[in-house]
């Protein structure tokens, strides 16, 4: 009889230690995997973000770079990783879209992906080489008209939200350029402050210290509203195409499955992070405007996002191999 009570016992213990089991995290360093090359804005905001996790969690954050395929690869990895809260991933905007622009994609975003949290937003910015000598969104216009299919242009990867963003602009401005796709933004940085490119659109971030030193100009954000980091410089709505809005945002991911609470432990740990004083300056320093918010409000964003972008590149006729 005492034997079949330490068995009861023991059983109905069996919960509460799988329980305490899944809570006690972390105990060895956490791989925050970046779709996209160093250098870029969702590379910088995942660096800033690993540093500080590593502090609140007292366990390394690794940052693996797994560029390709405008961050398919590193959402494949992750969604096929373990759902033990170790492989993280973090993301730009171009997640709601690549699915509806490349064949063959072996994820869905909304499904095989776990929300962890949003983090920040921010606005693109159209710049242009100084060797092309335009100051504006309609001089640019006129250039590129004078010159069909004679200008190179450039937006980090195919697929993201900001070359995206340059494909809606060509088709309401009526013009030619060339697409010239990249790995990240950092990769496409030499061929835009070298001239290659002529006309580029990125994120705020990577691209306003450029700006300000006078190696790119500014022609316009993509916003409805100009940016706090760069006042002077105007939309593209105001520029001739009312109602013109896009923006950068980022997010954080793992792997369906993984237990809840370690979900919220990093939902919590995350967003108590983008409220600290420090990492709200140097967000809106960059030009992000921190964003953060709980697993189900980062599913109602794709669940607006998605759609909306698929049937951008649908009317479009966009697709990439």
């Not at 306003?208 to 002077?232: E, I, N, Q």
Request: glycine share 8%; aromatic share 6%; no cysteine.
């Amino acid at each position: 009889m005492k034997n079949l009570w330490v068995i009861a016992l023991a059983t109905a213990m069996t919960p509460i230690a799988a329980q305490a089991q899944k809570t006690d995290y972390p105990q060895r360093p956490i791989r925050l995997i970046v779709g996209f090359t160093p250098g870029g804005s969702t590379d910088l905001v995942g660096r800033l973000l690993g540093v500080r996790l590593s502090e609140r969690l007292g366990q390394q954050v690794v940052i693996d770079n797994r560029p390709g395929a405008s961050g398919i690869i590193a959402a494949e990895l992750v969604s096929k990783a373990q759902p033990d809260g170790y492989t993280l991933l973090i993301s730009g905007s171009s997640i709601s879209a690549v699915g509806s622009l490349y064949k063959n994609v072996k994820f869905d975003v909304q499904r095989d992906l776990e929300p962890l949290a949003l983090v920040a937003t921010s606005a693109y910015i159209m710049v242009a080489h100084p060797s092309i000598n335009v100051k504006s969104v309609q001089e640019m216009i006129t250039y590129a008209k004078a010159r069909p299919g004679k200008i190179s242009w450039g937006a980090s990867v195919p697929g993201t939200v900001q070359h995206l963003s340059g494909e809606m602009f060509k088709r309401l401005a009526g013009i030619d350029m060339v697409f010239i796709p990249y790995k990240g933004t950092g990769a496409m940085m030499p061929d835009v402050l070298g001239g290659r490119l002529q006309i580029a659109i990125d994120n705020i971030l990577v691209l306003t210290s450029h700006v300000k030193l006078g190696s790119l100009t500014a022609l316009a954000v993509t916003t409805a509203k100009r940016s706090p980091l760069l006042p002077d410089v105007p939309s593209i709505a105001e520029s001739g195409f009312p109602g013109f809005d896009t923006a950068g945002w980022f997010s954080l991911y793992t792997t369906p499955k993984t237990p809840q609470p370690i979900v919220q432990r990093l939902n919590t740990e995350i967003v108590a992070i983008v409220n600290t004083a420090d990492m709200r300056d140097r967000l809106m320093t960059l030009g992000a405007t921190p964003l953060p918010g709980t697993p189900d409000d980062l599913r109602r964003k794709l669940a607006t996002e998605v759609p909306a972008w698929r049937k951008v590149i649908q009317d479009a006729g966009l697709k990439a191999d």
